[in-house]
């Protein structure tokens, strides 16, 4: 919330107090990750992820990372290690999906599209957003996964890219 009102120090606060309080969600510590400057994301990448015990959640903020600084070989190795450690994590694919249709490598957003069907997922913050919406409840894999990535478009503008 602080960070859509433009509060970034308030966020990085409240941030912090949230990983005390949940020191292992790798929820909060993609969003740090994501929040951490330049020069000190791979060392904080490095520590969130022991400290998550490698979380999907964190992985694909890693991989965000990669696909901004247009480090593609690496983005794809670390959304696909998001993906098959937890195929039921719907975020997870929708990230993959979307980079990989932003990358124009359309043989492999296929792929992507394929295995997401495949593993049905069903979680994740933005996922169950789209799938539990009451005019959703119909909608097939492939169908949220679309709608997903129309979403995320202004998400990874926004990280912080010191």
């Keep these: 919330m602080e960070l859509r009102k433009g509060d970034r ?3 990085v606060y409240q941030l912090s107090r949230a ?7 790798g929820e909060l510590w993609g969003l740090a ?3 951490e400057n330049k020069l000190t994301r791979k ?8 400290k998550t015990d490698n979380a999907p959640q964190t992985i694909v903020s890693v991989a965000k990372i990669f696909w901004k600084e247009k480090k593609y070989h ?13 195929p039921d994590l719907g975020d997870s694919w929708v990230y993959y999906y979307a980079f990989e249709r932003d990358v124009a490598d359309n043989g492999k957003s296929e792929e992507i599209l394929k ?6 997922p069903h979680h994740g913050r933005l996922w169950i957003s ?5 005019g959703n409840w119909r909608l ?4 949220i996964l679309r709608i997903g990535i129309k979403g995320i478009k202004e998400d990874i503008d926004k990280i912080e890219w010191l």
């Design 115 to 120: 295995r997401c069907v495949k593993a049905e």
């Design 33 to 35: 990750i994501e929040m």
């Design 43 to 50: 060392r904080f990448s490095i520590d969130a992820m022991q």
């Design 140 to 143: 097939k894999t492939e169908e």
């Design 74 to 86: 690496k983005a794809r190795k670390w959304f696909d290690r998001a993906v098959m450690l937890n």
């Design 130 to 134: 789209i799938s539990k919406k009451p």
């Design 19 to 25: 990983l005390q309080d949940c020191p292992k969600d």
């Design 9 to 11: 120090k308030s966020a």
